[in-house]
């Protein structure tokens, strides 16, 4: 059983509206015993009508405070760290360095949300690709990002792209983009970095999780080692979404522990 979800956001992202306590109190009802919050820090964000000027950006000197004051209220109850969600772009590679530099973080996701200055989950933004043509951009700027930002520990849902196409999965495999795929892949293994699966594509309805099993076997057989499991819950009742299913699902794609991270250290655990 997967007992640690290490990708979840609060009232910190943008994008979610859940107090901390509410979400140590969902990750208690289903049975965990760690929990990371990684709410989503994104530099350089466009600007969209209604998410104001400095959308997925927070105070972190008041994240830690807050922070640090639940681990206090929940100890012995569940343990809690403290992490972050990076978005990745090109250049951002010196305020990511400053601020994992500045900030005793257990924990750094980095996650591509932004492609060519505009965010995908504005299809329209990109009206003038296909779905295939999307992705396959998608996963040329990932590699881009890898080859400019270093200082993360795990690169969150790689192929979460696959949302926010028109037809979702009708135009993706692992098969149509392995050149690209092997590429990040190799490139993460290089840099002693890790992946995460991400249970929100269940969510999402696209019937499998961030990465596709295919990626994950690929991983793995690339030797790929690093795994972290995160439910990207933006609500309690998000939390450890689908974990039931997580551990089969790393097992089948031949891994036989996945990883928790605490002062950005890796721990391995057995599935």
Same mark, same amino acid.
């Given at each position: 059983?997967?007992?640690?979800?290490?990708?979840?956001?609060?009232?910190?992202?943008?994008?979610?509206?859940?107090?901390?306590?509410?979400?140590?109190?969902?990750?208690?009802?289903?049975?965990?015993?760690?929990?990371?919050?990684?709410?989503?820090?994104?530099?350089?964000?466009?600007?969209?009508?209604?998410?104001?000027?400095?959308? $997925?950006?927070?105070?972190?000197?008041?994240? =830690?405070?807050?922070?640090?004051?639940?681990?206090?209220?929940?100890?012995?109850?569940?343990?809690?760290?403290?992490?972050?969600?990076?978005?990745?772009?090109?250049?951002?590679?010196?305020?990511?360095?400053?601020?994992?530099?500045?900030?005793? $973080?257990? $924990?750094?996701?980095?996650?591509?949300?932004?492609?060519?200055?505009?965010?995908?989950?504005?299809?329209?933004? =990109?009206?003038?690709?296909?779905?295939?043509?999307?992705?396959?951009?998608?996963?040329?700027?990932?590699?881009?990002?890898?080859?400019?930002?270093?200082?993360?520990?795990?690169?969150?849902?790689?192929?979460?792209?696959?949302?926010?196409?028109?037809?979702?999965?009708?135009?993706?495999?692992?098969?149509?983009?392995?050149?690209?795929?092997?590429?990040?892949?190799?490139?993460?293994?290089?840099?002693?970095?890790?992946?995460?699966?991400?249970?929100?594509?269940?969510?999402?309805?696209?019937?499998?999780?961030?990465?596709?099993?295919?990626?994950?076997?690929?991983?793995?057989?690339?030797?790929?080692?690093?795994?972290?499991?995160?439910?990207?819950?933006?609500?309690?009742?998000?939390?450890?979404?689908? =974990?039931?299913?997580?551990?089969?699902?790393?097992?089948?794609?031949? $891994?036989?522990?996945?990883?928790?991270?605490?002062?950005?250290?890796?721990?391995?655990?057995?599935?």
């Amino acid at each position: 059983m997967i007992t640690g979800d290490f990708h979840m956001h609060t009232v910190f992202s943008t994008d979610s509206d859940a107090a901390l306590e509410s979400m140590a109190e969902g990750a208690l009802k289903k049975g965990l015993d760690t929990i990371c919050i990684t709410d989503h820090m994104d530099q350089d964000y466009p600007f969209y009508e209604g998410m104001g000027e400095n959308a $997925f950006l927070f105070d972190v000197e008041t994240y =830690f405070a807050q922070l640090k004051t639940l681990q206090k209220q929940y100890e012995g109850k569940l343990e809690i760290r403290i992490g972050i969600e990076l978005g990745l772009q090109p250049h951002l590679g010196k305020f990511c360095k400053e601020i994992t530099e500045k900030y005793p $973080f257990d $924990f750094v996701i980095g996650s591509l949300h932004v492609v060519d200055q505009k965010d995908p989950y504005y299809r329209e933004a =990109f009206s003038d690709l296909t779905d295939a043509e999307l992705y396959r951009l998608t996963f040329q700027k990932m590699l881009e990002c890898l080859k400019n930002v270093e200082t993360f520990d795990v690169l969150g849902h790689l192929d979460y792209i696959v949302r926010y196409g028109t037809y979702q999965a009708k135009e993706y495999s692992y098969a149509s983009f392995a050149p690209y795929l092997d590429e990040i892949l190799k490139k993460v293994i290089e840099m002693g970095k890790g992946i995460e699966l991400n249970t929100a594509g269940l969510k999402y309805g696209l019937g499998f999780c961030h990465p596709h099993p295919d990626v994950l076997k690929r991983y793995r057989e690339l030797g790929g080692e690093i795994i972290t499991v995160g439910s990207d819950g933006h609500k309690p009742e998000h939390v450890a979404y689908e =974990f039931q299913k997580a551990g089969q699902i790393l097992q089948e794609c031949g $891994f036989r522990y996945y990883t928790q991270f605490k002062g950005r250290k890796p721990d391995f655990i057995k599935l």
